[in-house]
């Protein structure tokens, strides 16, 4: 769990354990696999299963202020290679302003 925190505190010193836990949980199984537990921005159809998904499912945000959250997400973290999906979804929902519906 510390390395999560860790990851997301690279972009937002003051992240909070619980919401990045409850991230955690919410991902469950797709953390297991290396590959599932990363975002790649190169891949539009994974960018928009996070649109569909993350925004719409979770936060009912769709249309360009989902796309532009994952967007500005994506050049947020262009220097990562490796994007932790815990980050990628932390720093949506921050982007959304929905962080406080994850508390």
Do not use: P
């Amino acid at each position: 769990m510390s390395d999560y925190l860790a990851d997301v505190q690279k972009y937002d010193a003051g992240a909070d354990e619980a919401i990045v836990t409850k991230i955690v949980k919410h991902l469950g199984i797709a953390l297991r696999n290396r590959d599932s537990s990363m975002v790649a921005c190169s891949d539009t159809k994974e960018l928009d299963r996070v649109v569909e998904k993350w925004c719409g499912k979770k936060f009912g945000v769709t249309g360009d202020a989902a796309e532009n959250a994952v967007s500005k997400t994506c050049e947020t973290m262009s220097a990562d290679k490796s994007k932790s999906r815990v980050t990628f979804y932390y720093l949506v929902a921050k982007e959304l302003g929905k962080l406080g519906e994850l508390a």
